[in-house]
């Protein structure tokens, strides 16, 4: 066990045991939803998740001032987030902050640090922040938000009594705690058919036009993505009203995949629910549920559309990488043997990338043509440099290139294939050309959240690193945990740039819960120690790091990175010197015989 000084922050949703009462599984969705959402905002705070309870959570900061402005921006993100909700779905969080000697015994923590956070997060008003004077006097300086003084207030099992600081959003209300109320790939190697049902309309039949319109812009944002082919509109409104079974209607149509959903409107509130269902064995692939005020109904139509096509697109990817293949074994097409390298690229480990670098090579020898086997092939090149996995050579980033240009060449109307080709040339350092494909990307598939990930990138690259947070927390917020895109990993490095060191730790902490071993991962992280004058931990990491990879020096890892910026480059060796890194490896000579040192 160790005792150290810390920030801890406590939630929980106000009302929660009544909102169970009245929806126990409605409510148990939003919350994970919500709590998902805000936990991009503790990461890029240097916040870490000591542990989820029933109805909250409890966080650790090493920075009291990170710990109370994350605190405001979770509470300023559920404000927008609530004003799209039904009065009764208004989900609200107290958030409790104190700074105090913690006793850490492995992953959790515990004391009066803790317990005084508990309290105080029972007294916070919802949607609102209490923090104790001890935490606001170290941080009030730093603060741009207005706290008020609440007083001193006594608490049970406490023995002295805690002045409080109190914060609450603008334009609370104290009476009530409730807010206002088309691409060129083959079609034979598109396999999966997507068929998207009318939307149910459970409301009145005047609002038959916002269902019908709803399902109309799903058809049209899935078919922008290359991987699998969309039914029209005809096939499948004239399934309208009937009740036939999705098995009936899937053979009927002939779908891999159905999308099925409602849509109920209650005044200027409407709720969207939606599903991805394989209808064969009628098993619930996913689901999802969304509230929004109408406001601007084609603003909000839009985003719903958005929302839904970020989660469902990935979840078909999935599907189709774990299904079993469709020609015989004895004569895997090129399709099937890329579904094949598809299933191992899902699980990030060396051999896996290595029996997807080969499975997709075959696929490419069987068919020249295959432009979505080019772009993976060239976005697992790089990955496998960046983890650590493949030895980085010219002849490697040389063909990396080729394919990434070849696979726009082949379908210059797939947005991942833009995307691959920006990502491949913002690492090579051709930041215009990548910024242009990029953009290129996006605008050929507004709802690609991958698209707009790689357009983070090359902010990243170019040294305009909070462009590329906001990017990257976009893509995260939106669910997108594709291992094409590696979100953690690259918002560590946004926030070393930054001199955010904290907030640089914990997403290379994130990144390495799915990745132990990744290479770059392990650099950041040492030099974010370093910068932190945390020698010990910073020495421990080189120590780890050194172990996978012996050979690794300042020189040769610095090869690998072409950011437009000199002093991004400089700050960044800068940080794996400090940590202990070698910088080269020195050749010494002796008598009649050679030896190689590290320095």
Not at 449 to 460: E, S
Request: proline letters at 4%.
């Amino acid at each position: 066990m160790e005792r150290r000084l810390a920030a801890i922050v406590c939630a929980d949703v106000a009302g929660y045991s009544r909102m169970m009462g009245a929806d126990e599984e409605g409510t148990h969705a939003a919350f994970k939803a919500h709590r998902s959402a805000i936990y991009p905002i503790i990461l890029n705070h240097g916040g870490r998740l000591v542990k989820n309870t029933g109805d909250g959570f409890l966080l650790e900061f090493p920075s009291v001032v990170s710990a109370i402005e994350s605190g405001i921006a979770m509470q300023a993100l559920m404000v927008e987030r609530n004003d799209q909700l039904p009065s009764d779905r208004v989900m609200q969080f107290r958030l409790g902050v104190h700074m105090g000697d913690v006793i850490a015994d492995e992953d959790e923590v515990f004391g009066d640090g803790v317990n005084i956070a508990v309290r105080l997060e029972a007294i916070a008003a919802p949607g609102g922040v209490a923090v104790s004077a001890k935490a606001y006097d170290e941080a009030s300086k730093h603060l741009s938000a207005p706290f008020v003084d609440a007083g001193t207030h006594r608490f049970k099992n406490i023995a002295e009594p805690v002045h409080v600081w109190t914060w609450k959003p603008v334009g609370y209300d104290d009476a009530g705690s409730e807010q206002k109320t088309a691409t060129n790939l083959p079609a034979q190697y598109r396999t999966a058919i997507v068929g998207v049902l009318p939307f149910a309309n459970l409301s009145d039949s005047a609002d038959e036009y916002f269902s019908d319109g709803l399902t109309e812009d799903l058809i049209h944002a899935l078919s922008l993505q290359s991987f699998y082919r969309v039914l029209s509109r005809n096939s499948t409104f004239a399934f309208k009203g009937k009740s036939l079974s999705t098995r009936l209607i899937a053979r009927e149509i002939d779908a891999t995949y159905l999308i099925q959903g409602s849509v109920r409107r209650a005044g200027s509130k409407v709720r969207v629910t939606a599903e991805l269902i394989a209808p064969e064995n009628g098993e619930q692939i996913w689901a999802g549920r969304y509230d929004r005020d109408i406001g601007d109904l084609f603003a909000m139509q839009d985003e719903i559309t958005t929302n839904l096509c970020a989660a469902l697109a990935p979840e078909i990817y999935r599907a189709e990488a774990s299904a079993p293949a469709r020609s015989s074994s004895t004569d895997l097409t090129a399709w099937d043997r890329f579904l094949r390298g598809l299933s191992h690229y899902y699980k990030p480990t060396k051999a896996d990338y290595e029996a997807s670098i080969e499975l997709f090579r075959e696929a490419i020898a069987l068919d020249p043509a295959l432009s979505i086997a080019r772009a993976y092939l060239a976005t697992i090149l790089v990955q496998g440099v960046q983890f650590g996995w493949i030895k980085s050579t010219s002849e490697l980033w040389r063909e990396a290139m080729e394919l990434a240009e070849s696979s726009v060449r082949l379908d210059p109307r797939s947005s991942f294939a833009f995307s691959i080709l920006a990502y491949v040339q913002a690492m090579e350092g051709y930041h215009d050309a990548a910024m242009d494909a990029a953009r290129k990307a996006v605008e050929l598939n507004p709802y690609d959240m991958g698209a707009r990930g790689v357009l983070g990138i090359c902010h990243l690259v170019i040294g305009e690193h909070r462009q590329a947070i906001e990017l990257f927390s976009t893509a995260v917020q939106r669910g997108n945990s594709d291992p094409r895109y590696q979100w953690p990993a690259l918002s560590a490095f946004s926030h070393y740039l930054l001199r955010q060191y904290d907030a640089s730790l914990s997403w290379a902490r994130e990144a390495l819960y799915m990745n132990p071993n990744h290479l770059q991962v392990l650099c950041v992280r040492a030099a974010a120690l370093a910068q932190l004058d945390r020698t010990e931990e910073a020495a421990k990491a080189v120590q780890v790091l050194l172990g996978s990879f012996p050979g690794l020096t300042v020189e040769r890892h610095l090869k690998n990175f072409r950011w437009k910026s000199p002093a991004d480059t400089a700050h960044y060796r800068d940080g794996l010197l400090k940590a202990g890194v070698p910088l080269r490896n020195l050749t010494l000579v002796g008598s009649g015989s050679k030896r190689t040192a590290n320095t």
